[in-house]
Protein backbone atom coordinates (compact mmCIF):
# COMPACT_ATOMS: atom_id res chain seq x y z
CA UNK A 1 0.00 0.00 0.00
CA UNK A 2 1.56 3.11 -0.98
CA UNK A 3 0.33 7.06 -0.35
CA UNK A 4 0.96 8.55 -3.60
CA UNK A 5 0.08 12.42 -3.00
CA UNK A 6 -2.06 14.26 -0.37
CA UNK A 7 -3.78 17.69 -1.93
CA UNK A 8 -5.58 20.43 0.76
CA UNK A 9 -7.43 23.38 0.08
CA UNK A 10 -8.02 25.30 3.42
CA UNK A 11 -7.01 22.47 5.70
CA UNK A 12 -5.75 23.81 9.15
CA UNK A 13 -3.21 26.32 8.08
CA UNK A 14 -2.90 25.84 4.37
CA UNK A 15 -4.47 27.51 1.87
CA UNK A 16 -4.12 25.33 -0.88
CA UNK A 17 -1.19 22.02 -0.78
CA UNK A 18 -0.12 19.63 -3.21
CA UNK A 19 2.55 17.21 -1.85
CA UNK A 20 3.70 14.01 -4.21
CA UNK A 21 5.45 11.15 -1.24
CA UNK A 22 8.28 8.80 -2.13
CA UNK A 23 7.51 4.74 -1.77
CA UNK A 24 10.33 4.61 0.80
CA UNK A 25 10.69 7.48 3.63
CA UNK A 26 9.50 11.29 3.53
CA UNK A 27 10.68 13.55 6.19
CA UNK A 28 8.64 17.04 6.62
CA UNK A 29 10.56 19.33 8.90
CA UNK A 30 10.50 22.34 10.60
CA UNK A 31 10.48 24.41 13.48
CA UNK A 32 7.16 23.58 15.76
CA UNK A 33 4.02 25.07 15.14
CA UNK A 34 4.43 24.98 11.58
CA UNK A 35 1.75 22.93 10.05
CA UNK A 36 4.17 19.73 10.02
CA UNK A 37 1.85 17.31 11.73
CA UNK A 38 -1.49 19.19 9.79
CA UNK A 39 0.20 17.25 6.86
CA UNK A 40 -0.07 13.68 8.85
CA UNK A 41 -3.61 14.41 10.24
CA UNK A 42 -5.13 15.39 6.79
CA UNK A 43 -3.28 12.21 5.82
CA UNK A 44 -4.98 9.94 8.81
CA UNK A 45 -8.69 11.79 8.45
CA UNK A 46 -8.70 10.55 4.89
CA UNK A 47 -8.03 6.86 5.56
CA UNK A 48 -10.47 7.01 9.06
CA UNK A 49 -12.84 10.44 8.36
CA UNK A 50 -11.67 11.16 12.28
CA UNK A 51 -8.86 13.23 13.41
CA UNK A 52 -6.33 11.51 15.36
CA UNK A 53 -6.36 14.20 17.91
CA UNK A 54 -10.45 13.74 18.58
CA UNK A 55 -10.84 17.25 16.77
CA UNK A 56 -14.27 18.74 15.69
CA UNK A 57 -14.74 19.02 12.10
CA UNK A 58 -15.45 22.69 12.03
CA UNK A 59 -11.66 22.75 13.63
CA UNK A 60 -9.69 21.11 10.25
CA UNK A 61 -11.32 24.00 8.38
CA UNK A 62 -9.00 27.26 8.05
CA UNK A 63 -9.71 29.93 10.11
CA UNK A 64 -12.32 32.49 8.03
CA UNK A 65 -13.15 29.87 5.82
CA UNK A 66 -16.10 27.85 5.66
CA UNK A 67 -15.21 24.55 4.21
CA UNK A 68 -11.84 22.12 3.60
CA UNK A 69 -11.13 19.35 1.08
CA UNK A 70 -8.78 16.41 0.98
CA UNK A 71 -7.66 14.73 -1.77
CA UNK A 72 -5.84 11.88 -1.27
CA UNK A 73 -4.37 9.15 -3.54
CA UNK A 74 -3.42 6.01 -2.88
CA UNK A 75 -1.66 2.64 -4.65
CA UNK A 76 -2.97 -0.46 -3.38
CA UNK A 77 -2.41 -3.91 -5.16
CA UNK A 78 -1.69 -1.95 -8.46
CA UNK A 79 -4.65 0.01 -8.52
CA UNK A 80 -5.02 3.54 -8.02
CA UNK A 81 -7.64 5.30 -5.59
CA UNK A 82 -8.49 8.62 -4.97
CA UNK A 83 -10.45 9.44 -2.01
CA UNK A 84 -12.08 13.40 -1.74
CA UNK A 85 -13.04 14.36 1.84
CA UNK A 86 -15.29 18.00 2.15
CA UNK A 87 -15.48 19.23 5.29
CA UNK A 88 -18.20 21.90 6.30
CA UNK A 89 -18.54 24.01 9.34
CA UNK A 90 -22.08 22.97 9.93
CA UNK A 91 -22.95 20.18 7.93
CA UNK A 92 -21.63 16.07 8.10
CA UNK A 93 -18.80 15.58 6.10
CA UNK A 94 -18.51 14.46 2.34
CA UNK A 95 -17.17 11.73 1.44
CA UNK A 96 -15.98 10.27 -2.01
CA UNK A 97 -13.91 7.39 -3.47
CA UNK A 98 -13.06 6.97 -6.93
CA UNK A 99 -15.52 10.17 -7.19
CA UNK A 100 -18.64 7.97 -6.30
CA UNK A 101 -20.06 8.97 -2.97
CA UNK A 102 -20.33 6.86 0.32
CA UNK A 103 -23.10 6.96 2.73
CA UNK A 104 -21.09 5.60 5.57
CA UNK A 105 -17.50 6.40 6.41
CA UNK A 106 -17.58 2.49 7.61
CA UNK A 107 -17.34 2.26 3.72
CA UNK A 108 -13.93 4.63 4.21
CA UNK A 109 -12.20 1.49 6.47
CA UNK A 110 -9.49 -0.76 4.60
CA UNK A 111 -8.55 1.25 1.39
CA UNK A 112 -5.83 3.45 3.31
CA UNK A 113 -4.52 1.28 6.52
CA UNK A 114 -2.54 3.75 8.87
CA UNK A 115 -0.08 3.22 11.59
CA UNK A 116 -0.34 6.74 13.29
CA UNK A 117 2.62 6.71 16.22
CA UNK A 118 2.72 10.39 17.88
CA UNK A 119 4.76 11.18 21.26
CA UNK A 120 1.38 10.64 23.40
CA UNK A 121 1.68 7.33 21.93
CA UNK A 122 4.68 7.17 24.47
CA UNK A 123 1.97 7.60 27.39
CA UNK A 124 -0.33 4.93 26.59
CA UNK A 125 0.83 2.51 29.04
CA UNK A 126 0.64 4.97 32.49
CA UNK A 127 -2.00 7.03 31.25
CA UNK A 128 -5.79 6.00 31.87
CA UNK A 129 -7.84 3.23 30.28
CA UNK A 130 -9.77 4.88 27.86
CA UNK A 131 -6.50 6.03 26.01
CA UNK A 132 -6.28 1.95 26.07
CA UNK A 133 -9.55 1.62 24.81
CA UNK A 134 -9.06 4.17 22.01
CA UNK A 135 -5.86 1.99 20.37
CA UNK A 136 -7.98 -0.94 20.48
CA UNK A 137 -10.61 0.68 18.95
CA UNK A 138 -8.79 2.63 16.20
CA UNK A 139 -7.08 -0.12 14.99
CA UNK A 140 -9.96 -3.34 14.91
CA UNK A 141 -12.27 -0.44 13.42
CA UNK A 142 -9.44 -0.40 10.59
CA UNK A 143 -8.99 -4.21 9.98
CA UNK A 144 -12.53 -5.21 10.86
CA UNK A 145 -15.98 -3.61 9.59
CA UNK A 146 -18.06 -5.91 11.59
CA UNK A 147 -16.33 -4.66 14.81
CA UNK A 148 -16.89 -1.32 13.97
CA UNK A 149 -20.57 -1.26 13.12
CA UNK A 150 -20.86 -3.39 16.40
CA UNK A 151 -18.81 -1.22 18.31
CA UNK A 152 -21.19 2.09 16.53
CA UNK A 153 -24.24 0.17 17.84
CA UNK A 154 -23.01 0.04 21.38
CA UNK A 155 -21.93 3.31 21.67
CA UNK A 156 -25.62 4.58 20.55
CA UNK A 157 -27.18 2.15 23.11
CA UNK A 158 -24.95 3.04 25.58
CA UNK A 159 -25.61 6.62 25.16
CA UNK A 160 -29.25 6.53 25.05
CA UNK A 161 -29.53 4.03 28.02
CA UNK A 162 -27.32 6.98 29.74
CA UNK A 163 -29.77 9.49 28.60
CA UNK A 164 -32.38 7.95 29.91
CA UNK A 165 -31.15 7.10 33.37
CA UNK A 166 -31.03 10.70 33.50
CA UNK A 167 -34.12 11.87 32.48
CA UNK A 168 -36.01 8.54 34.89
CA UNK A 169 -34.89 11.13 37.69
CA UNK A 170 -37.44 13.03 36.76
CA UNK A 171 -40.10 10.95 34.82
CA UNK A 172 -40.36 7.55 36.63
CA UNK A 173 -42.57 5.72 34.15
CA UNK A 174 -39.93 5.81 31.37
CA UNK A 175 -38.42 2.62 33.40
CA UNK A 176 -40.49 0.37 31.34
CA UNK A 177 -38.34 1.42 28.31
CA UNK A 178 -34.83 0.44 30.08
CA UNK A 179 -35.33 -2.99 28.94
CA UNK A 180 -35.25 -2.50 25.48
CA UNK A 181 -31.91 -0.35 25.67
CA UNK A 182 -30.52 -3.32 27.90
CA UNK A 183 -30.95 -5.78 25.23
CA UNK A 184 -29.37 -3.75 22.49
CA UNK A 185 -26.09 -2.88 24.81
CA UNK A 186 -25.69 -6.66 25.73
CA UNK A 187 -26.31 -8.16 22.29
CA UNK A 188 -23.60 -5.44 20.73
CA UNK A 189 -21.29 -5.61 23.84
CA UNK A 190 -20.65 -9.43 23.82
CA UNK A 191 -19.39 -9.09 20.17
CA UNK A 192 -17.41 -6.45 21.48
CA UNK A 193 -15.50 -8.18 23.96
CA UNK A 194 -15.00 -10.96 22.17
CA UNK A 195 -13.54 -8.97 19.23
CA UNK A 196 -11.16 -7.40 21.44
CA UNK A 197 -10.69 -10.77 23.26
CA UNK A 198 -9.51 -12.45 19.91
CA UNK A 199 -7.45 -9.03 18.70
CA UNK A 200 -5.78 -9.19 22.13
CA UNK A 201 -4.74 -12.26 22.40
CA UNK A 202 -3.31 -11.75 18.79
CA UNK A 203 -1.51 -9.01 19.73
CA UNK A 204 0.10 -10.25 22.26
CA UNK A 205 2.63 -12.41 20.54
CA UNK A 206 3.39 -10.30 18.37
CA UNK A 207 4.03 -7.23 21.17
CA UNK A 208 6.09 -10.29 23.17
CA UNK A 209 8.63 -11.11 20.71
CA UNK A 210 9.39 -7.00 19.62
CA UNK A 211 9.45 -6.11 23.22
CA UNK A 212 12.21 -9.31 24.09
CA UNK A 213 14.72 -7.82 20.74
CA UNK A 214 13.63 -3.88 22.74
CA UNK A 215 15.25 -4.99 25.50
CA UNK A 216 17.91 -7.14 24.49
CA UNK A 217 16.74 -10.50 25.61
CA UNK A 218 16.62 -8.99 29.13
CA UNK A 219 12.01 -8.51 29.55
CA UNK A 220 9.45 -11.12 28.88
CA UNK A 221 6.11 -8.73 28.21
CA UNK A 222 2.82 -10.18 28.54
CA UNK A 223 -0.21 -8.19 27.05
CA UNK A 224 -3.84 -9.55 28.42
CA UNK A 225 -7.02 -8.45 28.37
CA UNK A 226 -8.86 -6.81 31.25
CA UNK A 227 -12.59 -7.16 30.74
CA UNK A 228 -14.75 -5.28 33.00
CA UNK A 229 -17.35 -7.61 32.22
CA UNK A 230 -17.27 -11.46 30.70
CA UNK A 231 -19.57 -12.43 28.04
CA UNK A 232 -21.35 -14.96 29.41
CA UNK A 233 -21.79 -12.58 33.10
CA UNK A 234 -22.71 -9.21 30.95
CA UNK A 235 -26.76 -9.42 31.18
CA UNK A 236 -26.36 -10.20 34.71
CA UNK A 237 -24.53 -8.00 35.96
CA UNK A 238 -25.96 -4.84 34.13
CA UNK A 239 -29.40 -6.10 35.62
CA UNK A 240 -27.73 -6.22 39.13
CA UNK A 241 -26.38 -2.71 38.90
CA UNK A 242 -30.09 -1.36 37.14
CA UNK A 243 -30.45 0.22 40.61
CA UNK A 244 -27.02 1.50 41.28
CA UNK A 245 -27.32 3.04 37.62
CA UNK A 246 -29.98 4.42 38.15
CA UNK A 247 -28.41 6.98 40.93
CA UNK A 248 -25.32 6.97 39.18
CA UNK A 249 -27.50 8.34 36.04
CA UNK A 250 -24.79 5.96 34.33
CA UNK A 251 -24.52 2.60 32.85
CA UNK A 252 -21.16 1.49 35.16
CA UNK A 253 -20.78 -2.21 33.83
CA UNK A 254 -19.34 -3.17 30.09
CA UNK A 255 -16.94 -2.97 27.70
CA UNK A 256 -16.80 0.72 27.52
CA UNK A 257 -14.93 0.25 31.21
CA UNK A 258 -12.35 -2.16 29.36
CA UNK A 259 -8.24 -2.70 29.90
CA UNK A 260 -5.26 -3.72 28.66
CA UNK A 261 -2.55 -5.03 30.97
CA UNK A 262 1.26 -5.29 30.80
CA UNK A 263 3.35 -7.62 32.43
CA UNK A 264 6.84 -7.64 33.18
CA UNK A 265 8.20 -10.78 35.38
CA UNK A 266 4.74 -10.53 37.16
CA UNK A 267 5.12 -6.69 37.96
CA UNK A 268 1.90 -4.54 36.21
CA UNK A 269 4.10 -1.98 34.22
CA UNK A 270 1.39 0.56 34.46
CA UNK A 271 1.40 1.15 37.88
CA UNK A 272 4.86 0.44 38.46
CA UNK A 273 7.43 0.24 35.65
CA UNK A 274 9.95 3.02 35.04
CA UNK A 275 9.47 5.67 32.62
CA UNK A 276 11.83 3.36 30.09
CA UNK A 277 10.04 0.54 30.21
CA UNK A 278 6.91 2.22 29.89
CA UNK A 279 8.31 3.91 26.83
CA UNK A 280 9.66 0.64 25.61
CA UNK A 281 6.27 -1.35 26.02
CA UNK A 282 4.67 2.09 24.22
CA UNK A 283 6.95 1.41 21.39
CA UNK A 284 6.76 -2.68 21.22
CA UNK A 285 2.75 -1.76 20.69
CA UNK A 286 3.09 0.16 18.22
CA UNK A 287 4.99 -1.41 16.27
CA UNK A 288 2.85 -4.81 16.82
CA UNK A 289 0.40 -2.83 14.99
CA UNK A 290 2.57 -2.66 12.11
CA UNK A 291 3.19 -6.19 11.72
CA UNK A 292 -0.74 -7.23 12.83
CA UNK A 293 -1.83 -4.73 9.64
CA UNK A 294 0.69 -6.51 7.55
CA UNK A 295 -0.40 -10.24 8.76
CA UNK A 296 -4.37 -9.02 8.55
CA UNK A 297 -4.38 -7.48 5.22
CA UNK A 298 -1.34 -9.11 3.15
CA UNK A 299 0.00 -5.90 2.47
CA UNK A 300 2.18 -2.79 4.46
CA UNK A 301 0.23 0.09 5.69
CA UNK A 302 1.80 3.40 5.64
CA UNK A 303 3.00 4.85 8.56
CA UNK A 304 2.97 8.24 10.02
CA UNK A 305 5.73 9.38 12.81
CA UNK A 306 5.10 12.25 14.37
CA UNK A 307 7.86 14.34 16.06
CA UNK A 308 8.52 10.44 17.84
CA UNK A 309 11.97 10.13 17.99
CA UNK A 310 12.97 13.80 20.15
CA UNK A 311 11.20 11.18 22.66
CA UNK A 312 13.24 8.11 22.43
CA UNK A 313 17.11 7.69 23.37
CA UNK A 314 19.40 6.75 20.61
CA UNK A 315 19.43 2.68 20.93
CA UNK A 316 15.06 2.85 20.75
CA UNK A 317 15.36 5.01 17.81
CA UNK A 318 17.86 2.83 15.97
CA UNK A 319 15.73 -0.37 16.72
CA UNK A 320 12.83 2.36 15.63
CA UNK A 321 14.39 2.77 12.07
CA UNK A 322 15.57 -0.62 11.76
CA UNK A 323 11.69 -1.98 11.81
CA UNK A 324 10.47 0.50 9.25
CA UNK A 325 12.98 0.59 6.32
CA UNK A 326 10.74 -1.60 4.64
CA UNK A 327 7.46 0.22 4.50
CA UNK A 328 6.16 3.72 3.42
CA UNK A 329 6.79 5.66 5.88
CA UNK A 330 5.89 9.93 6.69
CA UNK A 331 7.99 11.54 9.02
CA UNK A 332 7.60 14.82 11.07
CA UNK A 333 10.75 16.27 12.81
CA UNK A 334 12.67 19.48 13.45
CA UNK A 335 15.54 18.34 11.98
CA UNK A 336 17.67 15.83 10.36
CA UNK A 337 20.41 15.12 12.18
CA UNK A 338 19.42 12.16 13.95
CA UNK A 339 18.75 10.86 10.64
CA UNK A 340 22.23 11.96 8.57
CA UNK A 341 24.11 10.36 12.12
CA UNK A 342 22.19 7.11 11.96
CA UNK A 343 22.53 6.94 8.25
CA UNK A 344 19.27 6.00 8.10
CA UNK A 345 18.00 6.27 3.88
CA UNK A 346 15.92 8.76 3.67
CA UNK A 347 14.16 9.00 0.01
CA UNK A 348 11.98 12.26 -0.41
CA UNK A 349 12.30 15.74 2.24
CA UNK A 350 10.21 18.74 2.69
CA UNK A 351 10.75 21.51 3.92
CA UNK A 352 7.57 23.05 6.58
CA UNK A 353 8.11 26.87 7.23
CA UNK A 354 4.92 28.78 8.34
CA UNK A 355 2.22 26.96 6.18
CA UNK A 356 4.05 26.47 3.50
CA UNK A 357 6.27 23.11 1.94
CA UNK A 358 8.94 23.04 -0.52
CA UNK A 359 10.84 19.27 -1.47
CA UNK A 360 14.38 20.01 -0.28
CA UNK A 361 17.81 17.72 0.04
CA UNK A 362 19.73 16.32 2.27
Same mark, same amino acid.
Given at each position: /??????????????????????????????????????????? $????????????????????????????????????????? /??????????????????????????? #?????????????????????????????????????????? $?????? +???????? /??????????????????????? %?????????????????????????????????????????????????????????????????????????????????????? +? +???????? %? #????????????????????????????????????????????????????????????????????????????
Amino acid at each position: /MILKSVALSHFRNYGSLYLEFDRGTNILYGDNAQGKTNVLESV $YVSGTSKSHKGSRDRELIQFGEEEAHIRTIVEKNGLEHQID /MHIKKNKPKGIAVNRVPIKKASELFGI #LNIVFFSPEDLNIIKNGPSERRRFLDLELCQLDKIYLFQLTK $YNKALN +QRNKLLKD /MGFRPELKDTLPVWDEQLVECGK %KVIRARKEFISRLGEIVRTIHWDISGGKEDLKLSYEPDTEEDEFEKKLSGRRERDLKLGMTSVGPHRDDMCFLVGGVDIRKFGSQG +Q +QRSCALSL %K #LSEIDLVKESIKDTPVLLLDDVLSELDSSRQNFLLNRIHDIQAVVTCTGLDEFVKNRFEINKVFQVRNGTVRAGSI
